[in-house]
């Protein structure tokens, strides 16, 4: 008999658990847009230095966020091992 994975029970994720899948990503993609973009205002157009500082905070932001949202569960702090 062959398996089928329809019938196999599925294991309940605990309440309030992030589950992050290999196909995400895409808010590290956006963070390395952002870079990308800064650095392409700065030296490109120096005139543009202040949306340029603007998008660094933004991208600040979304880094400290990914690092909390990351590390919220853990047992160890992130920056301990």
Do not use: W
């Amino acid at each position: 008999m062959a398996f089928d994975r329809r019938q196999s029970p599925q294991l309940a994720e605990p309440a309030g658990c992030i589950v992050i899948s290999a196909k995400e990503g895409h808010v590290e993609f956006l963070n390395f847009v952002l870079l990308f973009v800064i650095a392409f205002l700065l030296l490109r157009k120096p005139e543009k230095e202040r949306l340029a500082f603007r998008l660094l905070v933004a991208s600040v932001l979304l880094m400290m966020a990914m690092f909390l949202v990351a590390t919220r569960t853990a047992i160890l702090p992130g920056v301990n091992y």
